[in-house]
């Protein structure tokens, strides 16, 4: 299809039945993972990149007397892995899976749900098994008519054992009713220097649970989380964290390697204001690039945020917890040069099947006060009695973990 089509870049009944034909079809990976193996080189470095110097993940010396036993990698370091595990493809998969039933639409992550099984250690590697499980058609106010598509990612560590799920719902719109009727137009103005000395001092007042437990039966339903800052968001912050995270859309390579990529996939480089082909993801550094979408500023990712909220839980909960659970929203972006306050509170705790669980709600909020992600968290705790005892998950394998997330959206 090109951009001549009527129907490029416009949502139709017949590309959200397209859509529908692919539930629960493994799709094959893109790009090669950006770390095959947990290295205490590549966890640091991921961990620095969202400002996290945590020894559970950067000490392999401290991990060691924990009791992991040995250096883990941070929750969301599963979006840097995963070698893939999709069966082979015979002719009529892979017609199926061709192409982009809404191309030339606009893709904005939506939701993120995370469940966390167990850990990935150091020397781990790790398979993923994608597949679609949902799509619905929604109006939207701010894009026309849309389509929400949620896709699973699906983890088994070393051991060939599941480690985790990543379910993402994204809204595919049309990019020239966004333009049209975008209404986010955010007042930014520089820094002053009290406000910037704010952010220092909760950079300074920052600390984590580690070493010492934090045991269920002292947690109180209405307590509140030390919260955490980050920014003001700069383009640094997004390299750096590309550092650790890989570029994920864009395969890696630069130059000679990204000019063998941009002849297959040239629709992945489209043309600055030099006419000089780059990544389809500069507009999030770029403002050429994202004033281009209808949008004011680039923006931050939706992976840094989701990240963020597992930095405050992760500190809070200590070594001997477990983050267990993660669902956020993203509603608003986050821009260039906007501060985001990573808040929680307990809303409540129970005991469940000798499970010590901790109910929260978390948020992301900018300087203006908005709330750019909500989202809610289990966390397991250890109790005076006894210690976390990692949750199973819904089944023992990829096969049975794709059947199992069918049947939540009805369609299995």
Known sequence: MTSTDETYGVLTDEAIERSRRRLGIPRPQRNPPHNYEVTWDGVRHFAYGYGDDNPLYCDPGYAAGTRWGTLVAPPTFLYTMGEDAAPPQDETTRALLKGDPFAGLGSYQAVMEFEWWR?????DRCRVLQTQVGVVAKPSGFGGR???VTQDYLYTDGDGEPHAVRR???INAERHTSRDRAKEKPAQRPYTPGQLAE??????????RGAAPRYWEDVVVGEELPPKVKGPLTTTDVVVWHLGWGMQLTPPGAFGLAARVRRKAPGLYPPNE???????????WEPARARELGLPNPYDYGGMRETWLCHLLTDWVGDDGWLWRLRCEHRKFNYLGDTTWVRGEVVDKRRVDGRGEIHLAVRCENQR???TTPGTAVV????????VALPSPPAPDLAGLVAHELARFDVG
């Open 274 to 284: 030099l006419n000089i082909p780059d990544t389809v993801q500069r507009l999030h």
């Open 168 to 170: 993402g719902t994204w």
């Open 146 to 148: 849309t389509a929400h």
């Open 380 to 387: 397991l705790l250890p109790t005076r009695d006894h210690a």
């Open 369 to 371: 006060g908005e709330t």
């Open 199 to 208: 952010i220092d001092a909760a950079y300074a007042a920052e600390a984590r």
């Open 119 to 123: 850990p990935l250690r150091l020397g």
